[in-house]
C-alpha cells in the first residue's frame, strides 16, 4: 500500500505541476503544455481529479489544463483558477472554453483562486493556504491588480 498524502512534482518543460495525493482525493497545482500530465495520471491509475489549481495566468502554468479538461477519461471536479484581470490570450480563452465543456460534461465547477479559499480547498489531510491574492487587490475585469 501506497503512504499517502503524496507530493509529485513533474517537471513539464518551462515550468513544473504538483500532484498531491490523499486518501480522499487528488489536487493538482499548475502545468505547462505537454502530455506529461496526462500519462502520468494515467501511469498512477487517477481517472477523478478532485481540484486543479492555477497559480497565475500565464500560459506557461496552465496551458497542460486544457488537454486535460478535453480529455474524457479523466473527471476534473472543480477548477480555482487565479483571476489576473490583465490576461487576454488565446490560450486563456481556450482554457476558459475547456471548462465551459467540461461543466457541460462532468458538471466540473469553477471558482477564482483567492486568500478567501483557504480552509475550503483542502483534500483528507493536504491542507491548501492561500496567500495571495487577496479580493480587495486583485482587481476586477478591466483593473489592474494592485
Known amino acids: 500500500m501506497m503512504d499517502l498524502p503524496k507530493l509529485i512534482v513533474l517537471d513539464v518543460a518551462h515550468g513544473n505541476c504538483s500532484i498531491l495525493?490523499?486518501?480522499?482525493?487528488?489536487?493538482?497545482?499548475?502545468?505547462?503544455?505537454?502530455?506529461?500530465?496526462?500519462?502520468?495520471?494515467?501511469?498512477?491509475k487517477i481517472k477523478e481529479i478532485d481540484r486543479i489549481m492555477i497559480s497565475h495566468a500565464n500560459q506557461d502554468h496552465f496551458k497542460g489544463f486544457v488537454d486535460l479538461?478535453?480529455?474524457?477519461?479523466?473527471?476534473?471536479?472543480?477548477?480555482?483558477?487565479n483571476p489576473d484581470a490583465?490576461?487576454?490570450?488565446?490560450?486563456?480563452?481556450?482554457?476558459?472554453?475547456a471548462i465551459n465543456d467540461a461543466k457541460k460534461r462532468n458538471k466540473t465547477s469553477h471558482e477564482y483562486l483567492d486568500t478567501d479559499m483557504t480552509?475550503?480547498?483542502?483534500?483528507?489531510?493536504v491542507r491548501i493556504e492561500?496567500?495571495?491574492?487577496?479580493?480587495?487587490?486583485m482587481g476586477y475585469s478591466g483593473s489592474k491588480d494592485l
Open 130 to 137: 492561500v496567500l495571495a491574492p487577496s479580493k480587495e487587490i
Open 21 to 44: 495525493q490523499d486518501t480522499e482525493g487528488s489536487i493538482i497545482i499548475d502545468c505547462a503544455h505537454g502530455d506529461t500530465l496526462i500519462e502520468t495520471l494515467k501511469h498512477l
Open 69 to 81: 479538461l478535453s480529455d474524457e477519461t479523466i473527471i476534473v471536479k472543480q477548477v480555482h483558477l
Open 86 to 97: 490583465k490576461k487576454d490570450t488565446h490560450v486563456l480563452k481556450a482554457l476558459r472554453l
Open 119 to 125: 480552509g475550503k480547498l483542502d483534500v483528507g489531510e
